[in-house]
């Protein structure tokens, strides 16, 4: 136990020597240089503007486009006209009799075939914001800033406060 107690009182003799040994050692113009500790606290400023910056990125695939075929050529305007109410019931008699459906069945619109089938390139275009630049107000000064996020009406900020020193000279080495 003794010997504990020793140890200790010699280390604390040592960690006390070294500090006055280094003032009296030193030159008297020499300052010893002391970091001041920062002053932070959290405050809010006002946001003034978001604006987002975006990333635009471009995309494209081949698709297969196909123009339809062209219908039979159409009846002249003449022979196009609405049957009258006598044709429409000879017409209606007549289904009866030869079991046909009332109404005509649509010209065919022949389906696409591969000589009109081509492949396009297709080019697309997407914005999606990585950024925001934000204008804000702390204490009267305006100041602008990119985030990562909208950070909406207020925005909070890290206000540090040190005193500002002259260049001080460099150490000596020990």
Not at 147 to 167: I, K
Request: glycine share 4%; net charge neutral.
């Amino acid at each position: 136990m003794r010997r504990l107690l020793e140890l200790t009182l010699l280390g604390m003799a040592c960690c006390a020597w070294q500090p006055a040994m280094a003032q009296e050692g030193g030159q008297s113009g020499d300052r010893i240089r002391v970091v001041p500790v920062e002053n932070v606290r959290i405050d809010y400023a006002q946001v003034l503007r978001v604006e987002p910056v975006y990333q635009t990125l471009r995309a494209s695939r081949t698709e297969e486009r196909c123009d339809p075929v062209p219908a039979e050529k159409q009846k002249p305007a003449e022979q196009r006209q609405e049957p009258g109410v006598f044709s429409r019931m000879v017409d209606s008699v007549k289904g009866m009799f030869s079991h046909e459906q009332d109404a005509p069945s649509p010209a065919p619109v022949a389906p696409a075939t591969p000589e009109n089938c081509r492949l396009v390139q297709v080019d697309r275009q997407f914005q999606r914001p990585i950024a925001y630049d934000v204008d804000y107000v702390y204490k009267g000064t305006k100041y602008r800033s990119r985030l990562a996020e909208d950070p909406g009406n207020r925005l909070r900020v890290r206000v540090a406060v040190t005193p500002w020193e002259a260049e001080a000279p460099p150490l000596p080495p020990p």
